[in-house]
């Protein structure tokens, strides 16, 4: 799984940062996802190395501006180009009113099914929004002015190192039998053996997890959702210095990113959402942040434009 | 008047051109008045020199996405800056809604009024959309898949030359009376003289006058809103080669728009809304857009993002 994100400013456009959109390429498929949409999302598409046609799923964490803005374009420029499928769209109820009202009253006809998937439900009781056999996505309600989710992206547990050698060792003919066994199953062979695959496999590999948390203050359901992930993007809006702003507006701060963090016992994070205020040569720049948020959690990278992070390698991403 | 192009593709933004958008600088005043808001217009002002926070009023011709999904983001990071003190919005009824949606599914409090001004009737009977002294516009119906409108900005006539070596022949003694005097009033000075200040001014000098047109195949209407024009900003979507395209979705070919300023008798031709089609090393490429047009109507620019253009300056323009 390759996370690229394609705007991490909170709130408004810089000339360096766009508002948030963060892409999730998916391995061993064609398959591209979006957490969040804000304003001119798709432009920064152009500037990347992603196929905005690979795009099958959105997922949106809140109805704020800086969030969805950039829906109704992203959607209308892909009915242009006339090769989309479907689009499935997860998100708080309103995200249904909000893009259909856009597409009508600018008589847009996408010529592709759109699919809306309330997430309210699924953030209150657990259930999982979405399990294809290879991932399972849920989510959890976070807290901010409106309401806001975190989503969860587990990768299966994926089956141990098939021992080859243990099984030529056996006389097993190579074939299209090894598959099977590698995926543990159990095969009959022309001479009568029948083998468990599971005999053959190391211990099994817990599968890769992403965890995705804006806008919200520091909150215990963000910790529960991204235990033990590989990767935590969280939102840092503010310095800590500023944490009474963060309070107020119900964003966080880099201490409290950090600190999201350090209590989920994740493997690396990934701070986005940073307020505009914060520039280099002002009395406080990115890199304070990231200074801050390292004193509590050292695995920390600050997150911008087009940066591209590979979730499960997390060790190599630290600086 | 200066005009700046802020978007000059037609459909989706490509890596060079954005979609439609042109900020209009007022001469004397510290307004700045937008003509459509394409997505990421916003974006576009801050890589100019313009200061969105002079914007006063939007002027949109027609509800496709690609010339109002920049709204709800533009009049949102306006209201995060917090020094608007109001925003006219002129165009088709369903602006209103489509503004006032985005806003309120995105829970959007700008903090600022927003006035529509639905441009219909006035399109329908020629009455002035707005006058304020100084500037004059107008709006006359256009030919498109949805009803779209294309806007006059007419300054008013104004005074001749002063002759200020004549008053002070007469004995006038100088101060406010000459501001007066200039403006074509009639002064009492103190010596009981009375003078009609038009006696001191030369004839009178007609208005600038800037008529932008899009989207629309070719119309009768736009040769009449643009009549006598010093500039007129046509829409030139399609190659001459391509005239069924542009009638099927009723759009303008560089011919239709050369033939719209020739007709017109405007002083110069700026074409804007481009098909991503045409990139330079492709079949057809913008310059050869611009040679067709120049075969009929010789004073012919072709719009970029971020092209200025002088409104009455049009013969230095035009190469």
Redesign the interface.
């Known amino acids: 799984m390759q996370v690229t994100f394609l705007g991490t400013s909170s709130?408004?456009?810089?000339?360096s940062r766009?508002?948030s959109a963060i892409a999730l390429r998916l391995p061993q498929r064609a398959d591209l996802w979006l957490f969040d949409c804000g304003?001119?999302t798709?432009?920064q598409f152009?500037?990347s190395e992603l196929r905005v046609s690979q795009l099958r799923r959105i997922f949106i964490t809140h109805?704020?501006?800086?969030h969805?803005?950039?829906l109704?374009?992203l959607l209308?420029?892909l009915g242009?180009a006339g090769t989309c499928q479907g689009v499935d769209l997860y998100g708080p109820t309103?995200l249904e009113?909000?893009v259909t009202?856009?597409?009508q009253?600018?008589?847009?006809r996408i010529g592709y099914p759109l699919r809306f998937h309330p997430v309210e439900r699924a953030a209150a009781d657990g259930t999982p929004l979405l399990q294809d056999g290879e991932l399972t996505v849920t989510c959890a309600p976070l807290k901010h002015?409106?309401p806001a989710y975190g989503y969860r992206v587990q990768q299966c547990e994926r089956p141990g190192r098939f021992d080859i050698a243990k099984a030529r060792a056996m006389g097993l003919p190579p074939g299209p039998e090894f598959a099977r066994l590698k995926a543990g199953e159990t095969v009959t062979f022309a001479d009568g053996r029948s083998v468990d695959g599971r005999s053959l496999c190391g211990p099994s590999q817990p599968g890769l997890s992403l965890v995705y948390c804006t806008d919200t203050v520091f909150s215990e359901s963000a910790v529960a959702l991204a235990r033990g992930a590989d990767l935590l993007i969280h939102e840092a809006t503010f310095s800590h210095r500023d944490a009474g702003m963060a309070y107020q507006r119900q964003h966080s701060t880099s201490t409290m990113a950090a600190q999201t963090a350090a209590e989920a016992g994740v493997k690396q994070l990934a701070m986005t959402h940073l307020s505009p205020r914060y520039v280099p040569g002002a009395q406080e720049s990115p890199d304070d942040l990231l200074q801050e948020a390292r004193t509590i959690f050292s695995n920390t990278v600050l997150a911008k434009d087009f940066l591209s992070l590979e979730v499960g390698n997390q060790a190599c991403n630290s600086l």
Do not use: I, Y
């Open positions: 709130g408004v456009p810089s000339r766009n508002v304003e001119a798709q432009h152009l500037r109805m704020h501006g800086d969805v803005f950039g109704p374009g209308a420029s242009m309103p009113p909000f009202g856009a597409l009253h600018s008589a847009t002015r409106v």
